[in-house]
């Protein structure tokens, strides 16, 4: 399975930007899907994650209200960032995990339950 990141850049605080994630290969295997992000000298962090049927997702509470992530299909997951800020700044980093969840499953919120991951896109937030 490969992952594709694209939507980062650069925007002022308070904007908007969207992220999206589309999985390649042997897509089948594809369960959870989530989102990481990593800042420049800190360890990467979980952001965001979803399930194959986009019934159930979960979020770090730093960007809950802001942040929505959304299945768009089995193999493309996007992530709605709004009311960015400078603190938001990272490379964020996709994610797939090949564990079998069913509908409402609790997707994974920790790297070491994802498999594949996407080459990650920089995200950069101005004051």
């Known amino acids: 399975v490969q992952l594709q990141a694209s939507g980062g850049g650069l925007v002022q605080a308070g904007g908007s930007l969207r992220l999206s994630c589309a999985a390649s290969?042997?897509?089948?295997?594809?369960?959870?899907m989530a989102w990481f992000r990593q800042a420049p000298g800190k360890e990467r962090e979980f952001v965001s994650s979803?399930?194959?049927?986009?019934?159930?997702q979960r979020s770090k509470d730093s960007v809950k209200g802001r942040f929505t992530i959304y299945r768009d299909n089995a193999n493309t997951v996007s992530l709605e960032m709004n009311g960015l800020k400078p603190e938001d700044t990272a490379v964020y980093f996709c994610?797939?995990?090949?564990?079998?969840?069913?509908?409402?499953?609790?997707?994974?919120?920790?790297?070491?339950?994802?498999?594949?991951w996407g080459q990650g896109t920089l995200v950069t937030v101005s004051s």
């Open positions: 290969g042997r897509t089948s295997s594809v369960y959870d």
């Open positions: 994610a797939a995990s090949t564990r079998y969840g069913s509908l409402r499953a609790v997707p994974g919120t920790t790297g070491s339950e994802y498999k594949y």
């Open positions: 979803i399930n194959r049927s986009g019934l159930s």
